[in-house]
């Protein structure tokens, strides 16, 4: 038998090394002197540069849809600790610097996690759709992107009203699990977010209009079933193109995709045998 990991043991040895990942991080931040974005501004800068929706209640297989209501408070307390930061150059954004803990003391409730692969529950669940928002937005810009975690290769939920390439998510737990973006370039950016009775708004703004737009599509898309497992497999790519002359000059893969499906696929779908 495979002796167990120490977090492995109960819930209260994965608690502590919990704790643990979270103190080396804090360590490591000011070892580093990372310079983080901080300051808020209500004053929006004039050049928009990326816009997105992200429909906040979505049926997602057999989830309790109540864990989608609380969603939305969660998301609606996110946006205000976020919106309006600028992202000045040689900053760098961090998600988790800016929300802290989700608790319940600030009033986050109960929500969608994903915990080792399968679909859990917990206080302040929900962030993953903030930071997928934010992550769509940043691909569309000059900004780099410095940690990105991605769900393990795991296909989770069939699809409900996909609006971007599946494999283009995020994963973060507070806080070694972060989603973070450094400004490298001599332009000043700026999330505005907001959340509606449907969507989750945002908008990635800038002082000055960038040299390059930028198209994210995915390519050789189809699900494939190997020694009885179902996979969902792709190549995402980001396009680079010039403003000035709309020439495309460089086609970036940015993620192959080879996902267990971990849901029942429809028999809409065309499996692959392999």
């Known amino acids: 038998m495979k002796r167990k990991l120490f977090c492995e043991i109960s819930p209260f040895t994965y608690r502590l090394s919990m704790e643990k990942e979270i103190m080396k991080r804090?360590?490591?931040?000011?070892?580093?002197?990372?310079?983080?974005?901080?300051?808020?501004?209500?004053?929006?800068?004039p050049v928009v540069i990326y816009r997105h929706n992200s429909l906040i209640r979505r049926r997602l297989g057999n989830v309790d849809m109540q864990l989608q209501e609380n969603k939305a408070t969660n998301l609606a307390l996110a946006v205000k600790c976020i919106d309006g930061l600028l992202i000045r150059p040689g900053e760098t954004f961090s998600v988790w610097k800016m929300l802290g803990r989700t608790t319940e003391r600030k009033g986050y409730k109960e929500g969608l996690t994903i915990a080792k692969g399968v679909p859990s529950k917990g206080i302040g669940g929900g962030?993953?759709?903030?930071?997928?928002?934010?992550?769509?937005?940043?691909?569309?810009?000059d900004l780099t992107i410095t940690e990105h975690h991605h769900h393990d290769g795991l296909d989770l939920?069939?699809?409900?009203?996909?609006?971007?390439?599946f494999g283009t998510g995020t994963s973060i737990s507070y806080n070694y699990i972060d989603y973070r973006v450094k400004n490298e370039t001599q332009n000043t950016y700026q999330l505005h977010l907001w959340v509606d009775d449907e969507y989750l708004r945002g908008e990635l703004r800038a002082g000055e209009q960038q040299q390059?737009?930028?198209?994210?599509?995915?390519?050789?898309?189809?699900?494939s079933r190997e020694e009885g497992v179902v996979y969902r497999n792709g190549e995402v790519y980001r396009d680079i193109i010039d403003c000035v002359t709309g020439q495309q000059l460089e086609s970036q893969l940015i993620r192959t995709n080879h996902a267990k499906v971990m849901y029942e696929c429809p028999p809409t779908v065309t499996i692959v045998e392999k």
């Open 26 to 45: 804090h360590l490591k931040d000011l070892l580093h002197k990372t310079r983080f974005a901080k300051e808020r501004s209500a004053t929006e800068l």
């Open 127 to 141: 962030m993953c759709q903030l930071s997928n928002l934010i992550h769509w937005m940043v691909l569309h810009s």
């Open 157 to 165: 939920f069939p699809d409900f009203g996909r609006q971007i390439p």
């Open 212 to 223: 390059h737009t930028f198209h994210i599509h995915v390519e050789n898309e189809y699900f």
